[in-house]
C-alpha cells in the first residue's frame, strides 16, 4: 500500500466535514432566544414612544408604527421637561458615585492592608449595613433632613445613595485588595512611595475591574431609585427623571407616547454605561471567582 505524504493528509483533513455536537447547537439556540427575550421589551418601548395614543390604544401595540412620531421625542424633552430631569439625575448620581468610590476604597483598604485592633469589627459594623432595608430607614431619614434644613437639595439624595452604597462597595473592593500581592507595596515603599502614592499610583490600578463593578451598581442603584426621591424633593427643579416620569402621568390625559420616549431617554445612559464598562465587569467576576 502507498503511504500518503504529509501534504495529502493535510488536503484530506481539510476536506473531513466539520460537524458541530448537537449539545452546542442547541445551546446557541437557547442562547439566541434568550437574547431576542432580553431585547424584546427595548424594541418594544422604541416603537411605542414613536405612536401617538389613537395607534397606541387601538393598533397593534407590538407593531411597527404607521408614522414615526419623532415629534415625541421634542416634546418629552421641551413640554416635559425631561432634559432638566435627566440633568439632576446625571448630577446627584455622578456625584454618588464618585463618593461611594471614594469613601469605599480607601476604607476597604485601611481595613484589609494595614493592621490595626478593631479592623475586623469595623468591617462586619459596615457590612451589617448592607442587612438594613431602605423603606426601614424612610422616616428616619426624613426627619434629619428636616433637621438639617436639607429637604429639596440635591444632598438630600447624594447624602443617603452614598450611605447605602458603600456597603457593597466596601464589601467588593476589600475582596479585590486581598488579593494584591504585598510585594507591591514593599517595592513601592523601597522606592519611595509613601501611603497615597502606594494607593492611588499602585493599588488602584490593579482593582481596576471591581472600581468598574462597583460604578455600575451605585449607578443603577442611584438612577433607578424612586421612594427616597419622592419623598424628598418636592421642588420640580430638583427632581430625578424616575419622579419626572411619574409626573408626566395626567389626571384626565395623558400622552403615553411622549411618556414613552422620556423613558427611552431614561434607559440609553444604562445602555452606554453598560456597554462601556461590561468588558470590566466580567474580569471583576471571573478574577472573585478564581479567588473563592
Avoid at 433607578?224 to 416620569?245: C, D, P, R, S
Wanted: proline share 4%; net charge positive; charged share 10%.
Amino acid at each position: 500500500m502507498r503511504k500518503l505524504s504529509t501534504v495529502e493528509v493535510v488536503v484530506s483533513s481539510h476536506h473531513k466535514p466539520q460537524t458541530k455536537p448537537v449539545g452546542r447547537i442547541l445551546l446557541h439556540l437557547f442562547l439566541i432566544i434568550v437574547a431576542i427575550i432580553q431585547m424584546y421589551p427595548l424594541v418594544w418601548l422604541a416603537f411605542f414612544s414613536l405612536k401617538d395614543n389613537s395607534e397606541i390604544f387601538s393598533g397593534d401595540v407590538a407593531a411597527l408604527p404607521k408614522s414615526f412620531l419623532w415629534s415625541n421625542y421634542t416634546k418629552a424633552l421641551s413640554e416635559g421637561h425631561v432634559l432638566s430631569y435627566f440633568f439632576n439625575s446625571v448630577l446627584v448620581t455622578g456625584i454618588s458615585i464618585i463618593f461611594v468610590l471614594i469613601l469605599a476604597s480607601m476604607t476597604g483598604y485601611a481595613i484589609t492592608r494595614m493592621n490595626w485592633k478593631w479592623s475586623s469589627l469595623t468591617m462586619t459594623l459596615i457590612l451589617l449595613g448592607m442587612m438594613v432595608p431602605i423603606h426601614a430607614t424612610l422616616l428616619p431619614l426624613f426627619i434629619l433632613l428636616k433637621n438639617m434644613g436639607l429637604l429639596n437639595t440635591y444632598w438630600s439624595l447624594i447624602i443617603p445613595y452614598v450611605a447605602f452604597g458603600i456597603p457593597m462597595a466596601v464589601f467588593i473592593l476589600g475582596s479585590f485588595f486581598k488579593g494584591v500581592p504585598r510585594e507591591l507595596e514593599e517595592a513601592a515603599v523601597m522606592d519611595g512611595c509613601g501611603i497615597y502614592r502606594t494607593f492611588f499610583w499602585i493599588i488602584m490600578p490593579m482593582v481596576r475591574p471591581a472600581v468598574s463593578t462597583v460604578a455600575i451598581f451605585t449607578f443603577l442603584a442611584c438612577w433607578n431609585e424612586l421612594m427616597f426621591a419622592v419623598t424628598f424633593i418636592n421642588n420640580e427643579a430638583y427632581q430625578t427623571l424616575t419622579v419626572g416620569m411619574m409626573s408626566m402621568v395626567g389626571t384626565y390625559i395623558t400622552q403615553w407616547g411622549i411618556i414613552g420616549a422620556g423613558l427611552m431617554i431614561t434607559t440609553l445612559p444604562t445602555i452606554v454605561i453598560y456597554l462601556l464598562l461590561n468588558k470590566q465587569v466580567q474580569k471583576s467576576m471571573i478574577s472573585g471567582a478564581i479567588k473563592g
